[in-house]
């Protein structure tokens, strides 16, 4: 009996997982120079050259997530160093970057998303994040009004129609 309920309990939880949808984040770096964005915990990271995009699908139910862009890298093959946002110098990251970094940050739900940009761990490039159905932040310097500024800041939180997709720009 203990095992038919506990079988029972693992299905309806796949099946509530399958039935939230994953979201799309389109990063694009409107730089003059290479930003190295980084994503966590998807495990990513790339070379965005100015005018460049790169395209991350989050699964549904990722909670605190990130997206930042790490500047003054260097990388042979898949180590090297960044001068901000470093992640223990990989180019696919599974950590989040060393301060001085500009966060995008999320939770992908079922029906409602989280999302803001923080600087608390500092600012490195100026930074744009929405979401389809919310407020777009546009951050471009370190006392951003869009960004949560200390830890205790607790009104730079947005909420976001599950489902959505989200745009990531660097020097908007």
């Known amino acids: 009996m203990a ?30 120079y290479t930003v190295w ?19 991350v699908n989050v699964p549904a139910g990722t909670q605190s997530g990130r997206v930042w862009g790490r500047t003054g890298c260097s990388f042979n093959g898949n180590s090297g160093h960044c001068a901000t946002g470093d992640c223990a110098g990989a180019l696919s990251c599974v950590l989040s970057g060393q301060p001085p970094l500009t966060l995008a940050e999320f ?39 869009d960004a949560y500024l200390y830890p205790a800041d607790n009104t730079k939180t947005h909420a976001c129609s599950g489902n959505s997709n989200y745009q990531v720009t660097f020097c908007p």
């Open 37 to 55: 964005p980084a994503a966590t915990p998807v495990g990513g990271g790339t070379q965005l050259n100015p005018g460049g995009t790169w395209v």
């Open 107 to 145: 939770t992908i739900g079922g029906s409602q998303d989280f999302y803001d940009i923080s600087v608390i761990d500092g600012y490195n490039v100026p930074m744009a994040f929405s979401c389809s159905t919310g407020v777009g932040l546009v951050c471009q310097s370190s006392s951003c009004p």
């Open 3 to 32: 095992t038919s309920s506990a079988i029972l309990i693992m299905l309806v939880a796949a099946f509530a997982v399958a039935g939230a949808n994953a979201a799309t984040f389109t990063i694009t770096n409107r730089c003059s």
